[in-house]
Each structure stands twice: as C-alpha cells, then as structure tokens.
C-alpha cells in the first residue's frame, strides 16, 4: 500500500489538510521538527513491551504548509 501511495499519488505540493484528507491524522507529530510529521507503517514489537523493528513515512513541510518532501525511516 505505502508503494502505491508513493508511486502512484502526488503527494508532493499537497496542503498539510490535504494531506490529512487523504490519509487521516498522522501518529506522530516532531517536536525536534516542527515542519515534519509521521506516519507508521509497521511496529514489531517482537516479545517484548519495546519496538525493535519501526518503518515510519516521514512527510515534511515547506514555509508554506505544502509538502515538500518524503520519505520512508527505518530503525532497527
């Protein structure tokens, strides 16, 4: 689904309630980035209460609320 969304939908130049519109209130907003916003796609948790896998869609914004940029984040 996430390569259908990035390949196939124009995310880049969509207003921020755009954005919203077409895929719900994201999961996380950055306090460290406040012009960036994220969206998960995958948490394992594997067996214990601590993620030890997470791929996130990061979205970020121009001075503009526009969508600049994105890209997939994985941490491991």
Same mark, same amino acid.
């Given at each position: 689904?996430?390569?259908?969304?990035? +390949?196939?939908?124009?995310?880049?130049? +969509? *207003?921020?309630? %755009? +954005? $919203? %519109? +077409?895929?719900?209130? !994201?999961? @996380?907003? *950055?306090? $460290?980035? !406040?012009? *960036? =916003? &994220? &969206?998960? =796609? $995958?948490?394992? &948790?594997?067996?214990? =209460?601590? !993620?030890? &896998? =997470?791929?996130?869609?990061?979205? %970020?914004? @121009?001075? *503009? @609320?526009? $969508?600049?940029?994105?890209?997939? %984040?994985?941490?491991?």
């Amino acid at each position: 689904m996430i390569n259908d969304l990035t +390949l196939n939908h124009k995310l880049i130049g +969509l *207003s921020k309630i %755009e +954005l $919203v %519109e +077409l895929l719900g209130e !994201p999961e @996380n907003y *950055s306090n $460290v980035e !406040p012009n *960036s =916003i &994220y &969206y998960n =796609i $995958v948490t394992d &948790y594997g067996f214990d =209460i601590d !993620p030890v &896998y =997470i791929k996130n869609l990061k979205i %970020e914004f @121009n001075q *503009s @609320n526009q $969508v600049k940029s994105f890209k997939i %984040e994985e941490t491991k």
